[in-house]
């Protein structure tokens, strides 16, 4: 097996001493980063098949199933930023392999987790192990492929491989919980994480450093914020919107998200760099990111749940069932990279938008008091649409983050789309708990859906300025 030799960490000998480009390498690097990505989805949308049965052991109401799913993303996004700052500071190749170690051994605690309570304290764990490891993911591959034109023909793959992870996910949990329980959708997390580990010491080159400044107080803004969202969005049907404490949480969220606005305009030392903070086109792959993954998880929450509820589908059934709609993502994934550079980032996310928004606007219409077969095309054409759009959508942030700013760009990304999949489970959660008829659900779920969509191409129109491919290629020469 290829090995990397040990390198400085100096710029220039780390230069020097870089692997070439050999296929073996090549195939080794994208595996080694892919495989943190793919332990992150398919630890989502396993979960999200399992849900019957944790509730089933452990008599949990929907907010608490809400949880098991959120508790996740809330430290996950809360985090990203901690983890792309780390990553400049400790490296991102060591960032990396602390979060896949971290990762597995929280999953070996939701996996022995004895009530719904321990299970979501472990799912809390699992989503610091992963805010470590996802942007250095992104940047460890933007430093083995500094060429654009290449990067992004990989991009496609590694979206791709991540793809399959959560187009089976749902088929791997159920066949998982229907032989050998809910618990081990988790411990299915140690294969993968060990051989991640592996790979990135066997394959990756240490990353430059930097001597960034941390600003913990933004941080803890940050953490703080989100939890104080999360609780008002899972909680506010339970306890009602005009309660206290869901009024009081509501003022937290507010007043922390206006102490970030304010210290982020200030500091000397901004979690977000200025040159980023100030890049429109960034941001507005960043919305997009937001609402793209509002729609992913919000999606596989409702299907799910419609499946073993609506239909009375079993575990593994259910996983069966969205093989189909699940599995688009990774076939147009591949396409992604390829057709970015040959007609530019712009058009492809176009294009896959409007495939999203035609597939879900055909959801609307047909609704849920239906067989399930009727809804199989539409659900995959939107999903089709997303694995089109996504990749070319990260491989726009990156461009725009440049080197020396990948590791930032990557975690502000992930920190979006993360805070996006957290309203999107909890906004379903929330339309589950008022609307009881199934036709009704579908249609409010896939109609949110689509005003996701047209919202995201809007920014993408209007932000995004066309590139075309001879310009991406002659950027490299």
Same mark, same amino acid.
């Given at each position: ?85 780390? @990553? ?5 190749? $060591?960032?990396?392999? &602390? ?20 299970? *979501? ?31 992004? !023909?990989?991009?496609? &793959? ?5 793809? *399959?992870?959560? =187009? ?75 309660? !206290? ?81 699940? =599995? ?29 928004? &035609? ?43 440049? !080197? ?12 979006? $789309?993360?805070?996006?999949?957290? @309203? ?20 409010? =779920?896939?109609? @949110? ?8 191409? =809007? ?19």
């Amino acid at each position: 097996m290829t090995s990397v030799p040990d390198c400085p960490s100096d710029a220039a000998s780390a230069e020097q001493c870089a692997p070439k480009p050999t296929r073996a390498w090549t195939i080794g690097v994208v595996l080694a980063v892919s495989l943190g990505f793919v332990m992150a989805m398919l630890d989502v949308t396993v979960v999200n098949v399992a849900l019957g049965s944790i509730q089933q052991e452990f008599h949990a109401p929907l907010s608490e199933l809400v949880w098991v799913i959120d508790a996740y993303t809330l430290t996950f996004a809360a985090l990203l930023l901690l983890g792309g700052a780390l @990553a400049n500071r400790l490296g991102a190749k $060591r960032t990396y392999m &602390i979060g896949l170690a971290w990762f597995v051994a929280a999953s070996v605690f939701c996996g022995i987790a004895s009530s719904g309570v321990m299970l *979501i304290a472990a799912r809390l764990l699992q989503g610091i192990g992963a805010a470590f490891f996802m942007p250095s993911s992104l940047s460890l591959l933007t430093e083995s492929f500094p060429d654009r034109v290449t990067r992004t !023909k990989l991009l496609g &793959i590694w979206g791709a491989i991540v793809g *399959i992870a959560a =187009g089976s996910g749902p088929f791997v949990g159920g066949l998982l919980v229907y032989n050998f329980g809910w618990r081990s959708i988790f411990y299915l997390n140690l294969p993968i994480g060990i051989l991640g580990i592996i790979l990135t010491s066997l394959f990756l080159r240490p990353s430059l450093r930097k001597a960034d400044v941390f600003d913990l107080a933004s941080h803890a803004f940050i953490m703080v914020a989100l939890a104080a969202l999360s609780f008002v969005l899972i909680e506010g049907p339970t306890f009602g919107w005009l309660s !206290k404490w869901i009024l009081a949480s509501a003022a937290i969220a507010a007043l922390a998200f206006l102490m970030i606005l304010m210290r982020e305009r200030s500091a000397a030392h901004p979690v977000i760099p200025h040159t980023l903070a100030h890049n429109a086109p960034f941001w507005a792959l960043n919305g997009m990111g937001f609402l793209v993954n509002f729609v992913i998880f919000g999606e596989v929450f409702l299907v799910s749940l419609y499946l073993q509820k609506a239909h009375g589908a079993s575990a593994l059934v259910t996983g069966i069932d969205m093989l189909p709609i699940m =599995g688009m993502f990774s076939i147009l994934n591949v396409s992604s990279g390829y057709l970015s550079n040959r007609w530019g980032e712009r058009h492809v996310m176009l294009i896959g938008l409007s495939c999203a928004i &035609i597939g879900t606007s055909f959801a609307v219409l047909i609704g849920g008091g239906v067989p399930y077969w009727m809804l199989i095309a539409p659900i995959a054409l939107c999903n089709a649409g997303m694995g089109l759009a996504i990749p070319a959508m990260i491989t726009g942030v990156m461009h725009e983050a440049g !080197k020396n700013d990948a590791n930032v760009g990557a975690a502000t990304l992930n920190a979006n $789309r993360q805070i996006g999949a957290l @309203a999107g489970v909890a906004v379903m959660g929330i339309a589950l708990h008022l609307i009881s008829n199934w036709t009704v659900s579908i249609r409010v =779920g896939f109609g @949110a859906f689509a005003l996701c969509f047209v919202l995201a191409f =809007g920014l993408i129109w209007w932000r995004i300025p066309h590139r075309a491919a001879a310009t991406l290629k002659n950027a490299q020469t």
